[in-house]
T-cell receptor
Framework: DAKTTQPPSMDCAEGRAANLPCNHS???????VYWYRQIHSQGPQYIIH???NNETNEMASLIITEDRKSSTLILPHATLRDTAVYYC?????????????FGSGTQLTVLP | SAVISQKPSRDICQRGTSLTIQCQVD?????MFWYRQQPGQSLTLIAT?????????ESGFVIDKFPISRPNLTFSTLTVSNMSPEDSSIYLC????????????FGPGTRLTVL
């Protein structure tokens, strides 16, 4: 699986959009971008994933650049409960159940 | 979705003892993963638990130290043997979404402190 690079920490004001970047310059054509988050003292939680098109669900939006070498997770209206470590993971979605390889992630702190 | 429970939620153990962590899933799953998260660190995969066969361990993890059982499709245990303070971590089990595998669900974790 391709390696990802994320900033170690970010702050965001409550109610504003949180934009979390991720670089994955070695991504292969059949690898997806996944985002998980881990709120303190909890297990990681799936947020969203995408291949090359932008994706949106009830939690967030995922913007993937045209060359697929980087992506941005957007939390449109951050709340205090969004304070967590956010992990960007790149892996093949080939229908097999494979483990996730976690990097160091980004600690997002939402400030009141 | 899958609901995963782990027991115990936390424990404090003495050096040299062993602790068995249980992971229960509310549905049948083919694979279960066990991860370790050391203080301030990211998650590291320990092993993959397959029902009916021996677990597959990642580099740096051995069966004698982390024996795993998988007696059925909804349950697994991870034992941390002959513990030392370096084993103080959060241990999490995880299962992929059956039939999709794009998403994985994680248990709440077991916080282990070894004195």
């Amino acid at each position: 699986d391709a390696k990802t690079t994320q900033p170690p920490s970010m702050d965001c004001a409550e109610g504003r959009a949180a934009n979390l970047p991720c670089n994955h310059s070695t991504i292969s054509g059949n690898e997806y971008v996944y985002w998980y988050r881990q709120i303190h003292s909890q297990g990681p939680q799936y947020i969203i994933h995408g291949l090359k098109n932008n994706e949106t669900n009830e939690m967030a939006s995922l913007i993937i650049t045209e060359d697929r070498k980087s992506s941005t997770l957007i939390l449109p209206h951050a709340t205090l409960r969004d304070t967590a470590v956010y992990y960007c993971i790149v892996r093949v979605a080939d229908g097999s159940a494979r483990q996730l390889t976690f990097g160091s992630g980004t600690q997002l702190t939402v400030l009141p | 979705s899958a609901v995963i429970s782990q027991k115990p939620s936390r424990d404090i153990c003495q050096r040299g003892t062993s602790l068995t962590i249980q992971c229960q899933v509310d549905s049948q799953v083919t694979m279960m993963f066990w991860y370790r998260q050391q203080p301030g660190q990211s998650l590291t995969l320990i092993a993959t638990a397959n029902q009916g066969s021996e677990a597959t361990y990642e580099s740096g993890f051995v069966i004698d130290k982390f024996p795993i059982s998988r007696p059925n499709l909804t349950f697994s245990t991870l034992t941390v043997s002959n513990m030392s303070p370096e084993d103080s971590s959060i241990y999490l089990c995880s299962v992929p979404v059956e039939g999709d595998y794009n998403e994985q669900f994680f248990g709440p974790g077991t916080r282990l402190t070894v004195l």
